[in-house]
Structure formats: C-alpha cells, structure tokens
C-alpha cells in the first residue's frame, strides 16, 4: 500500500469483490426461486394427487386409525415428503413421522379446509413458507365424490430452505459490512492521495511570492514522496539562489563602489591641477587605468554569469599549439607574480601536440586560477605552472605554496559567491573566479580536479582531452 499503483488495483478489485458475491447471490435466488421451488411445486402436487387416490380407493382406512397408520407406513416409502393424513375438519389423524404423534388431533390448514367444505374448491393448495414451498394439502374423496379427509405432504427441504435463508442473511450481512469497509478504504486511500497533492498544489503558489516557502513532509505512496522530494530540492535551491542573488547584489555594491570611488578621486585630482606634475600624473594615470581593468573583470565575470543564464556557452575552436599559447599567457602574469615577490616557474614540454579549443575562453580559465594562485600566496611564497600530455589528455596544473583549504571549503568552491576563509581576508573578488574556470573547462568536455592541503598549499588540474 506505499506505491500508487498498488492504490490503484486495490480500487480496481473492491468493485469486483463486491460485485461477484452479489452476482452469486442473485443467481443462486434466481436458480432456486424459478427453478428449483418450481419443480419441487410440481412434484409435490403430483406425489400429493397420487397419494389421495391411494386413500380414496381405501375409504376403510379413515375410520380405524390402525389401519390408516399401517397404510401410511405402506404408501410412506414410495414418497420423498412426510406424510400426514387429516380428518373432513382438518383434525390429524395419523403421520409417517413418529414425532409428530403429540400433534394427533391438531387442526392443520383450517382455512383451505373451510374453502373445500363450502364447495370452492377441490384443488391441492400449495403452502408457502416466505419463498420455499413447506407443504402440500390434497382432499380425498370417493369416487362418488364424498370427502373422506386430507393428504397432507410436507417438504423435506424445508428445513434446508430455513437454513438457505438463514445463510443468505449472513451473505447479505457480510456483503454489506464488506460494502461498508469497501467504502472506507476507497476514502481513506483517497484520503491519503489528496491530502499531499493538495499540500503541494498549495506550497507551489508559495514559490513565486515574498514568503520563504516551508519544506513539505513526506507522506503517502511513493510516487507523492517523489514528487513532495522534488518540491523540497526546489524549495532549497530557490533559497540558495535568493542567498546568492542577496550576495551577488552585496558584491556588485562593493566590487563597483571601491573602483568608482577611486576613479572619481584620480580625475578630481587631475582636474585640481595634478596634471602639471607629470610624475603625479603618470601615476595617477596608472591607478586609472588598474581601476579600469578592475572594473573590465567585473564586467567579463558578470557576461559570463549572464551566458549561463542564456544557456550553454558558445566556444570558438581551433587548432592551437599549446606551447606558444601557455608562454603567452605565463608570459603576462610572470610580471604581476615577480612584483609580488613569489618565485616564478613554469614548466612545459617541448612536444606538446595542438588541441582543439577555444584559446580565449581557455586563457580566461587559466588566468582566473594563476590570479588566485598570485593572490593568495604570500611574499617568499612559490606559483609553478606545468603542462603535460598523457594518455591522451592535457594536463595544465597551476600549483601555489598559498594558505589551501580544507575539504569542507573543497565541497563547496565552486559553487557561484562562496568564499573560502583565506578569501574573505581579500576584499576583492565576487566568489565567481573558480564558477567560471568550472564552465569552462566542462564546455571543452574537461575536468577541473583540486588538491589542496591547509597551510601548505593547493593544486588546481585543468585536464582536457586532446581527440
């Protein structure tokens, strides 16, 4: 009973368990009052009609009970019914059945018995017990029409009949308690299927409004607990995207304010005549300009946010030797790394062969994980890049002796705006950088592979596959 199909067929054989003992009854009814009653009528009467000849032929017999009880006992064995012979007034006489010698003397049938004295008739009367034909009543008489008395058969099934009802009382009985309990499972069963389906189809509406939707209990058949499952993943990742969209607006602030900020102080500065100078000028001019490229990451970061949301990203490949492309792109962070006072190394065969990719889109999965690598290394600290092929895959391995991260912080990097413990030291930075470096490589069908050991440093792996 925990799965919906199994709800389902149980619907589907209640009507049939109800339905084939009401069947079974009305046939047996049927069978038993067209067929059985009616032939059993039938005999009756002929067995009765052929028993009042028998008496009528020995009018003797009604006035010595002796010999009337020995002429029962002749005629008895040669009839199914019992036998029971009554007097003009009704009153009995003698009967096949010993025990019913305390009766001798009781009028049986008075009102038949009056009809056939007035004249109304001379028809065996058929006695009917609800149903079931009980007894048959005969008059005898002479061949010069005199009554002598009456012959007076009872059904031997009679007994049986009682019973037969007695038994179709207690079918009707469970057909009804079974009917009942039918009822009450159908409703519990339905019951059970509404009061989920209506809780989800209320919490849905939820979803879309200013209330924090409530996760649903599981309950019912499997099937709902799948689907109360679904709503439930729903409900949290809905929670995790107003968390990110509450820190993605938090870092825009920040990230766009601190650039704006010191953009607007360098050109007030330049307006107020710092532009005589020219050694001020130039560095302000610098500043500028790092702001500006400050605020070009920004923008690359939040068109690759907006790419995602469009759909999968959009590559353009070509064949690219790798040798000349990772000297290119090490080339413009030695700089960055060497003023930093990090020990530089960058470590590439010379055979490496050319790859399919897009080189932009790579350099900017690359270069976010040297940025982090320069970042988050202090001075005196060491960044190696190193570039290998093997078993058909490239490898590019950018290793830092920075601060690392612990295999809670592992779980959770490259999920969009997390940062890690050592990151939050960093004012910059929206938590997108490893997000990005992630799609990337996963569009070149690529692997982004981390190993990182708290206070010793981490290794970010880019493997893409050369065929």
């Not at 067929?9 to 368990?17: D, Q, R």
């Not at 679904?230 to 601190?258: F, Q, W």
């Not at 532009?275 to 500043?287: H, I, M, S, V, Y």
Request: charged share 20%.
């Amino acid at each position: 009973m925990r799965t919906l199909r199994s709800r389902l067929i149980l619907s589907h054989i209640i009507p049939v368990l109800i339905i084939l003992p009401v069947a079974g009854i009305i046939l047996v009814y049927l069978f038993e009052t067209q067929v059985l009653l009616g032939n059993i009528s039938n005999e009756l009467v002929r067995q009765a009609e052929l028993v009042a000849n028998s008496f009528g032929s020995s009018p003797e017999i009604w006035f010595d009970s002796s010999r009337a009880e020995a002429f029962v006992k002749l005629v008895s064995p040669q009839v199914t019914s019992k036998v029971m012979l009554l007097d003009p007034e009704g009153r009995l006489i003698v009967s096949s059945d010993s025990q019913d010698s305390p009766l001798t003397g009781q009028v049986f049938d008075q009102n038949y018995i009056q009809s056939v004295l007035n004249g109304e008739t001379m028809d065996p009367e058929v006695i009917r017990n609800q149903a079931e034909i009980s007894e048959v009543v005969a008059p005898v008489v002479t061949s010069n029409s005199r009554l002598l008395g009456f012959v007076r058969l009872v059904n031997p099934l009679s007994d049986a009949y009682a019973r037969s009802q007695d038994l179709r009382r207690i079918s009707l009985w469970v057909l009804g308690a079974g009917l009942i309990l039918g009822i009450i499972l159908g409703w519990r069963l339905a019951a059970d299927l509404e009061k989920p389906l209506r809780a989800l189809t209320q919490a849905i509406p939820q979803l879309g409004s200013a209330h924090e939707p409530i996760p649903l209990s599981e309950r019912g058949p499997e099937e709902i607990n799948l689907l109360v499952r679904a709503v439930n993943a729903l409900i949290v990742r809905l929670h995790t995207l107003e968390e990110s969209r509450k820190r993605l607006l938090s870092n825009l602030v920040h990230e766009l304010g601190t650039p704006l900020g010191a953009l607007h102080s360098g050109v007030q500065a330049l307006l107020r005549g710092a532009a005589e100078d020219e050694n001020l000028r130039k560095e302000l001019l610098l500043g500028i300009d790092t702001e500006l490229n400050r605020l070009q990451s920004l923008l690359d970061e939040l068109a690759h946010l907006h790419d995602q949301v469009l759909g999968p990203l959009e590559l353009n490949t070509v064949s690219v030797n790798i040798n000349e492309w990772i000297q290119r792109i090490g080339g413009a962070w030695r700089q960055a790394a060497q003023e930093k006072g990090l020990d530089w190394q960058m470590e590439a065969s010379d055979q490496l062969p050319p790859i399919t990719m897009d080189p932009d889109r790579m350099a900017q999965a690359l270069g976010n994980l040297i940025s982090n690598a320069i970042r988050y290394t202090p001075s005196g600290g060491k960044i190696q890049i190193c570039a290998e092929e093997k078993d058909g895959v490239l490898n590019l391995q950018v290793m830092d002796t920075g601060p690392g991260l612990t295999q809670e912080e592992i779980s959770q990097i490259f999920q969009p705006f997390f940062r890690g413990k050592a990151a939050r030291r960093f004012s910059r930075g929206m938590g997108l950088g490893l997000t990005i470096t992630r799609d990337l490589v996963q569009a070149h069908g690529g692997k982004l592979l981390v190993d990182s050991v708290p206070d010793q440093g981490s290794t970010f792996s880019i493997q893409l596959p050369l065929d």
